[in-house]
């Protein structure tokens, strides 16, 4: 059975940094491209970052570039989305997620869609 573990949320101030990670297993880890969605409170889940296979190629909003960091270790199977710099604007649930992507590019990357695994999400708050 697929499962993709997030973990690392918590509370932080404004400014502050955290890490998050998701561990996947069931799948074969090289094949699939990954994402991080958010989902903020009466909000729409929305695109935050992604990462190629191999880690060559990376993709975020623009509301978090400059600030977040994904990264993915294969031999691990884990990826990590790093966030820095903080800001109340980012309180949400955040998912990580595995594509097996048939398409290149960043729209497609960016789609709910183009994923086929979702893990079960951790909250970040962010206090001002």
């Known amino acids: 059975q697929v499962q993709l573990v997030t973990s690392g949320g918590g509370l932080v101030q404004a400014g502050g940094s955290l890490r998050l990670s998701c561990a996947a297993s069931?799948?074969?880890?090289?094949?699939?491209?990954m994402g991080w969605f958010r989902q903020g409170p009466g909000k729409e889940r929305e695109f935050v970052a992604a990462?190629?296979?191999?880690?060559?190629?990376?993709y975020y909003a623009d509301s978090v570039k400059g600030r977040f960091i994904i990264s993915r270790d294969n031999a691990k199977k884990t990826v990590v989305l790093q966030m820095n710099s903080l800001k109340p604007e980012d309180t949400a649930v955040y998912y990580c997620?595995?594509?097996?992507?048939?398409?290149?590019?960043?729209?497609?990357?960016?789609?709910?869609?183009?994923?086929?695994?979702w893990g079960q999400g951790t909250q970040v708050t962010v206090s001002s």
């Open positions: 990462i190629s296979r191999t880690g060559g190629s990376t």
């Open positions: 069931g799948l074969a880890f090289i094949t699939y491209g």
């Open positions: 997620a595995a594509g097996s992507f048939a398409y290149s590019g960043s729209a497609y990357r960016m789609s709910r869609a183009s994923y086929n695994y």
